[in-house]
């Protein structure tokens, strides 16, 4: 199966549907990032917080893939905000990965802890320096969005903010979509929560999919960028075959309809975890 790829706001081009490693151990993270790249995903998204960027460069180079045709994106630990901190950082994602990133965004904004626009501004030096070869942010609502556009000089390429079919953040997918940001959903099955529910076990019954597909499938079909995450092969074999089948418009508004303003993560404006 082909995965469509987007384009970004800086003429790179991105895997719509990558594996993600969040709460992955760093022990079987190789392996199933390994998997995956077996089964035919050439997008991973890690993050320094998640401890396992050097399990998922080993998979890496032990894949026989060659390192240009593996999408990698990881994202700046939230202890990391000091500017000089951020690019010893991200240098070391880099080193960490194969050389460099693909993508590397800001985790979090911690708006009540720091000033995320030096960050930013250390993100677009880590860009200038090939260092990391797109640069986003996560978690970005569009008032943070807005600070940058007043404040520094490169659009983020990418806001990866939690989206599902019990929190569809349409007002904030529009904004980064007239902006030329692309949008990434994380948490994209709402932790299974929307696995139960009745129109989507519904739509399931009707396409001969499974409740995950289908609703993985409603992610590729609004444009967004998905990353399912599983260290069971058949559940990542599951999720990576969903370009065999479309949704109709009257199921794809069924599904949006859904929303609930549910978040299964922090209020991004108030979360302010910083690693010890």
Do not use: C
Not at 6 to 19: A, E, M, R, S, W
Not at 153 to 174: D, F, G, K, M, S
Not at 211 to 224: E, K, N
Not at 258 to 267: E, I, N
């Amino acid at each position: 199966m082909t995965v469509p790829n987007i384009t970004l706001n800086d003429g790179k081009t991105i895997p719509q549907l990558g594996f993600g490693v969040f709460q992955i151990d760093p022990a079987d993270t190789k392996d199933a990032t390994l998997a995956a790249l077996e089964v035919g995903y050439r997008h991973i998204d890690t993050a320094e917080m998640y401890g396992n960027e050097k399990e998922v460069g080993e998979a890496i180079a032990e894949s026989g893939i060659d390192r240009s045709e593996i999408f990698v994106t990881s994202k700046l630990n939230n202890g990391f905000h000091d500017p000089e901190a951020a690019l010893e950082n991200g240098k070391k994602s880099a080193d960490l990965l194969g050389g460099y990133t693909d993508l590397f965004l800001i985790h979090w904004p911690l708006p009540t802890v720091s000033d995320f626009v030096p960050t930013w501004k250390a993100m677009e030096e880590l860009y200038r320096a090939g260092t990391a070869r797109s640069i986003g942010v996560s978690n970005f609502q569009a008032h943070h969005l807005n600070r940058l556009a007043a404040e520094t000089t490169i659009t983020p390429a990418v806001n990866q903010i939690e989206v599902h079919p019990y929190l569809t953040q349409e007002e904030l997918r529009t904004y980064d979509r007239e902006h030329g940001i692309a949008t990434e959903a994380w948490s994209p099955i709402a932790q299974g929560l929307v696995l139960d529910d009745e129109t989507i076990t519904r739509i399931a019954g009707n396409t001969g999919k499974t409740p995950a597909q289908v609703v993985l499938r409603w992610h590729i079909q609004r444009g967004d960028i998905v990353f399912p995450k599983s260290v069971t092969r058949s559940r990542v074999e599951e999720n990576f075959a969903i370009f065999d089948f479309e949704l109709s418009d009257e199921d794809m508004t069924a599904i949006t309809s859904l929303d609930k303003g549910h978040r299964t993560g922090p209020d991004p404006d108030t979360f302010d975890y910083v690693p010890a």
